[in-house]
Nanobody, 116 residues
Framework: QVQLVESGGGWVQPGGSLKLSCAAS????????MAWYRQAPETQRELVAV???????NYADSVKGRFTISRDNDKNLVVLQMNNLKSEDTAVYYC??????????WGQGSQVTVSS
């Protein structure tokens, strides 16, 4: 069993910054990738950023140049640094871990609200 615990998020004005962290614990044998998704009201969950064990990253076009995903493999920790936030970034953000078994694990979700 794998547990993902998120921290961070909250409210910020447009142009501000927030950081999300996700710590994985449990029976983690081999991680294919860790990622952040988000879901705004009445929309589908979408991929925000993903990082491989070797550190290669991929971002949604809407966040490129503003968000940075990073990880600490020793601590099974993944961080999403979000800068220059916009109102359209408002959503619940979910940490995701994909194991080599094909299993997907999700964090509890963190609300990010960007408004003036």
């Amino acid at each position: 069993q794998v547990q993902l615990v998120e921290s961070g998020g909250g409210w910020v004005q447009p142009g501000g910054s927030l950081k999300l962290s996700c710590a994985a614990s449990g029976e983690i044998f081999s991680i294919v990738s860790m990622a952040w998704y988000r879901q705004a009201p009445e929309t589908q969950r979408e991929l925000v950023a993903v990082i491989s064990p070797t550190g290669s990253t991929n971002y949604a076009d809407s966040v490129k140049g503003r968000f940075t995903i990073s990880r600490d493999n020793d601590k099974n920790l993944v961080v999403l640094q979000m800068n220059n936030l916009k109102s359209e970034d408002t959503a619940v953000y979910y940490c995701n871990l994909k194991a080599n078994t094909g299993n997907l694990y999700w964090g509890q979700g963190s609300q990010v609200t960007v408004s003036s």
